[in-house]
């Protein structure tokens, strides 16, 4: 592992948070295709397994901010246990349900309850926030190593999902989904020592982290960029099964993927200088652009390559993102605010997977692929247009966490975390 990387490890306490983050993040990758696996496994019905997965990306959606907004009040055991247990229970009353084939009503509300997963992403992110906030290069390798855990969820998880589905029994995905979810949350909960400290609302006032006009630029950028991701690996599924190799989709996905990890890799060794907004927006035009091959390619092998070089943009954009969430959102809100990108994605994601299907059903694959292409272009108009709020992130008074100094690469690695009340 590169010396940067040796660095941020060599804190106490980073590696066993990390590995449970890694644990516990897997089933965001696992559930909802797992989901779809098995219901159309027992009932057949594609329809009601789209319908399902959507409820679930939006109910986690839903719930995930105010999840994390509790648990930036009251610490990270004390909400995410509870929260866990409420989305196991309604998971395992999916999985009944589903198997006897109970009313739909019933597996439509269990799947909403299920929601309640929290994104571990963000409380791992957290963690690494309030043990190098006095050392903003290292917090910037730390966010890259995170991007790369992501991208080796999202090219191992659906994969094993739906392995286990198909192999093994219908219900055996999203039950190891579940299983590792426990075992995320509960041994990263029993870590005490590296979880930040609450900031009870009396200690820094009420209200919600999406006041900051720079982080509601970010969320409306990461639902255009969660509609990216669906329309991908949707459209990408139908063009290879239209190309009479519907099996090979997994790998060219896990292709887009491996570009994004292999980028963050080298992002974190990257010591970058000038704001990180500036960053950003180039970032996002370079993500919308490598959007457009994709509308003119005519085969699996091109398709591959053209995914492999999008990719690429991909980390890169989102680690620069967190340094900006650092930057414009409160430290006494900053899981909230970090927990307030996953939901544009995710909203992005119902959408994007909506979209594209009905355009694939109309007019083919190859066509479909104007959906990441648009939503590529209303990212960088997005972009173009927030870029100035996010030039001017707040300054620093009681409850801001941000430090800026000129002297010093900016963004991640320009960051200072004050500590303000703990954490």
């Given amino acids: 592992m590169p010396s940067p990387y040796r660095a941020i490890f060599a804190r106490p306490g980073t590696r066993g948070f990390s590995t449970s983050g890694l644990v516990g993040r897997m089933p965001i990758a696992m559930l909802g295709i797992g989901v779809i696996t098995m219901v159309s496994e027992l009932t057949g019905r594609y329809a009601l397994a789209g319908a399902l997965a959507a409820t679930l990306a939006l109910s986690t959606a839903t719930f995930g901010p105010q999840i994390a907004r509790l648990v930036d009040r009251h610490g990270q055991r004390r909400v995410l246990r509870p929260a866990v247990l409420v989305a196991l229970a309604s998971l395992t009353v999916l999985l009944v349900c589903v198997r006897l084939r109970l009313p739909d009503w019933m597996l439509f509300a269990a799947a909403m309850g299920s929601g309640c997963m929290p994104s571990l992403g963000a409380m791992v992110r957290s963690r690494w926030a309030a043990i190098l906030e006095d050392a903003p290069r290292e917090l910037h390798t730390a966010y890259s190593f995170e991007s790369i855990v992501d991208e080796l969820c999202f090219i191992l998880g659906p994969i094993i999902s739906i392995g ?66 669906s329309s991908v690996d949707v459209v990408t599924v139908a063009f290879a099964e239209e190309a009479g190799r519907k099996s090979a989709a997994s790998l060219v996905l896990a292709v887009f993927a491996l570009g994004s990890c292999l980028a963050a890799l080298v992002f974190g060794l990257l010591h970058l200088r000038g704001p990180a907004a500036r960053r950003w927006l180039l970032g996002v035009n370079v993500l919308a652009v490598s959007m457009i091959p994709l509308r003119l390619v005519d085969g699996l092998p091109l398709l591959t390559c053209a995914l492999f070089l999008a990719g690429m943009s991909v980390a890169p954009t989102l680690v620069t993102s967190m340094g900006l969430v650092a930057e414009h959102v409160p430290r006494s809100k900053l899981t909230e605010g970090m927990g307030w990108t996953s939901t544009g994605i995710a909203v992005g994601v119902s959408i994007g997977a909506a979209v594209s299907g009905w355009v694939v059903d109309n007019a083919g694959a190859r066509a479909a692929y104007s959906v990441p292409v648009v939503a590529g272009v209303l990212a960088a108009g997005v972009a173009f247009l927030g870029y100035r709020k996010l030039l001017r992130p707040p300054h620093r008074t009681e409850g801001f966490g941000v430090q800026r100094d000129s002297g010093t690469p900016d963004g991640p690695s320009t960051t200072s975390l004050g500590r303000t009340g703990g954490g």
């Fill in 164 to 229: 286990l589905c198909t192999v093994w029994f219908p219900e055996a995905g999203p039950l190891l989904a579940g299983v590792l979810l426990a075992i995320g949350v509960f041994t990263l909960t029993a870590q005490r020592a590296t979880e930040p400290a609450p900031h009870p609302r009396e200690q820094h006032g009420g209200g919600s982290a999406l006041r900051s006009p720079g982080l509601r630029v970010l969320v409306a950028a990461f639902v255009a960029v969660g509609v990216i991701f």
